[in-house]
């Protein structure tokens, strides 16, 4: 066989191989664009937020699926803790909702203290449902680095506010190392949303009667 036809006989397999990273290459590019509940969720809520660090979007994943075990080490801590925030919290900020989802299901939530207190809510109540949910939840590091790395595989082909994939490898690169622990906000997200709040599993908190 010539060698011109031997490249007409390779023309077919060469055609395939092209058809086949084509399709690989379509289900990376899929696969970016999708996320987790999860992920999708904590994507959307964040629009609320657009003073929203990396560190911000850490902690949300953090609470997400660790819940706030981090933070109990005995009743004692978290009393004298949220007596503290009571006495100063203020008002109810503008559009500060009282319960905030941090997953798809409910299963956790944030309790804004503010909006929680403005319409007399039971401080020793929240405290035990706290206390008790720290105690209850099933917390995995294990959910949460799949988490924090599916936002890092996200952020590989777009930006989300200040989220990027500078500033999260940025930030991966410093908490890694120290075996992914709890952190503060960022002081942009502190200045403009004075957090103050608790994390409680969704299945003990009663929506209040209006």
Same mark, same amino acid.
């Given at each position: 066989?010539?060698?011109?036809?031997?490249?007409?006989?390779?023309?077919p397999? !060469?055609?395939?191989?092209?058809k086949?990273?084509? !399709?690989?290459?379509?289900?990376?590019?899929?696969g970016?664009?999708?996320s987790?509940?999860?992920?999708?969720?904590?994507l959307e809520?964040w629009?609320?937020t +657009?003073?929203?660090?990396?560190?911000d979007?850490?902690k949300w994943l953090?609470h997400?699926?660790?819940g706030g075990? #981090?933070?109990i080490?005995?009743?004692?801590? +978290?009393?004298?803790?949220? !007596?503290?925030?009571?006495?100063?919290?203020?008002?109810?900020? +503008?559009n500060?909702?009282?319960?905030?989802h941090?997953?798809?299901?409910?299963?956790?939530?944030r309790?804004?203290l503010?909006?929680?207190?403005?319409?007399?809510?039971?401080?020793?109540?929240?405290?035990?449902?706290?206390?008790?949910?720290?105690?209850r939840f099933s917390?995995?590091k294990?959910?949460?680095?799949?988490a924090?790395n599916?936002?890092?595989?996200?952020?590989?082909?777009?930006?989300?506010?200040?989220l990027?994939?500078?500033?999260?490898?940025?930030?991966?690169r410093?908490?890694?190392?120290l075996?992914?622990?709890?952190?503060? #906000?960022?002081?942009?997200y502190?200045?403009?949303?004075? +957090?103050?709040?608790?994390?409680?599993l969704g299945?003990?908190?009663?929506?209040?009667?209006?």
């Open positions: 066989m010539t060698s011109e036809g031997r490249n007409l006989a390779n023309r397999n !060469e055609k395939y191989r092209i086949y990273i084509a !399709e690989v290459l379509s289900l990376v590019i899929v970016l664009s999708m987790s509940p999860l992920l999708g969720h904590a809520q629009k609320s +657009p003073e929203m660090r990396i560190q979007a850490y953090y997400a699926t660790l075990e #981090h933070a080490r005995d009743e004692s801590g +978290p009393r004298r803790w949220l !007596e503290r925030e009571w006495s100063q919290i203020g008002s109810a900020l +503008p500060e909702p009282e319960v905030v941090l997953t798809p299901d409910g299963s956790l939530l309790v804004n503010r909006p929680y207190k403005s319409r007399n809510g039971d401080k020793e109540m929240l405290l035990a449902i706290f206390i008790l949910s720290a105690e917390a995995s294990h959910r949460f680095q799949a924090w599916e936002l890092g595989e996200w952020l590989l082909s777009r930006r989300v506010g200040h990027t994939i500078e500033t999260w490898t940025a930030f991966d410093l908490q890694k190392p075996g992914y622990p709890a952190v503060h #906000h960022s002081k942009e502190e200045a403009a949303y004075r +957090p103050a709040y608790r994390v409680v299945e003990f908190w009663l929506a209040p009667d209006r």
